[in-house]
T-cell receptor, first 112, second 116 residues
Framework: SQKIEQNSEALNIQEGKTATLTCNYTNYSPAYLQWYRQDPGRGPVFLLLIRENEKEKRKERLKVTFDTTLKQSLFHITASQPADSATYLCALDPSGNTPLVFGKGTRLSVIA | DTGVSQDPRHKITKRGQNVTFRCDPISEHNRLYWYRQTLGQGPEFLTYFQNEAQLEKSRLLSDRFSAERPKGSFSTLEIQRTEQGDSAMYLC??????????????FGDGTRLSIL
């Protein structure tokens, strides 16, 4: 069966360190992978998108990698801040502008 | 860009009642999606529209659920004869559209439904 796993429900890190979140999937061949941030009681907010033929994408302190052989994406936040504390969702888009398939999310807490 | 707007933000109702939610997408966006999210889970796809045409419905969408987008602008999601298991956050998202040209989805802040 098709599955997406974000392998930590919760991650606590010290301010200033790099947070690394993992997204693994099975039985999918997604064309695109997206990462979203969600704060309590709010809708997800788009952060980064990476295509299947891209290895890495960066935006300010954020970096995403996409390994279609390992079926894995890593999401990094460098120089983390308490304001980065939120739930981060990985989402697959099978073929482009189609409904997203989300993981359960990882709740990140950055401790000052 | 005024963002995606959902109304109401919260709805409390008794089991067996009908409820209707509204979503106003970003004005130039052709695609509109409905998702459902329960505590500790990621959003799950329910249905989506390209303009006024409903393109796909999830198996999660029982016959008690119906969605419309009559003029290709706002959309409504109706749940008839609500059940306890319908309690969730109902999220709407929109995107510019155009198959194969991936664009991020813009989400509203959802309608939280509680069934008593």
């Amino acid at each position: 069966s098709q599955k997406i796993e974000q392998n930590s429900e919760a991650l606590n890190i010290q301010e200033g360190k790099t947070a690394t979140l993992t997204c693994n999937y099975t039985n999918y061949s997604p064309a695109y992978l997206q990462w979203y941030r969600q704060d309590p009681g709010r809708g997800p907010v788009f952060l980064l998108l990476i295509r299947e033929n891209e290895k890495e994408k960066r935006k300010e302190r954020l970096k995403v990698t996409f390994d279609t052989t390992l079926k894995q994406s890593l999401f990094h936040i460098t120089a983390s801040q308490p304001a980065d504390s939120a739930t981060y969702l990985c989402a697959l888009d099978p073929s482009g502008n189609t409904p997203l398939v989300f993981g359960k999310g990882t709740r990140l807490s950055v401790i000052a | 860009d005024t963002g995606v707007s959902q109304d109401p933000r919260h709805k409390i109702t008794k089991r067996g009642q009908n409820v209707t939610f509204r979503c106003d997408p970003i004005s130039e966006h052709n695609r509109l999606y409905w998702y459902r999210q329960t505590l500790g889970q990621g959003p799950e796809f329910l249905t989506y529209f390209q303009n006024e045409a409903q393109l796909e419905k999830s198996r999660l969408l029982s016959d008690r659920f119906s969605a419309e987008r009559p003029k290709g602008s706002f959309s409504t999601l109706e749940i008839q004869r609500t059940e306890q298991g319908d309690s969730a956050m109902y999220l709407c998202a929109s995107s510019p559209g155009g198959r194969g040209n991936n664009q991020p989805q813009h989400f509203g802040d959802g309608t939280r439904l509680s069934i008593l």
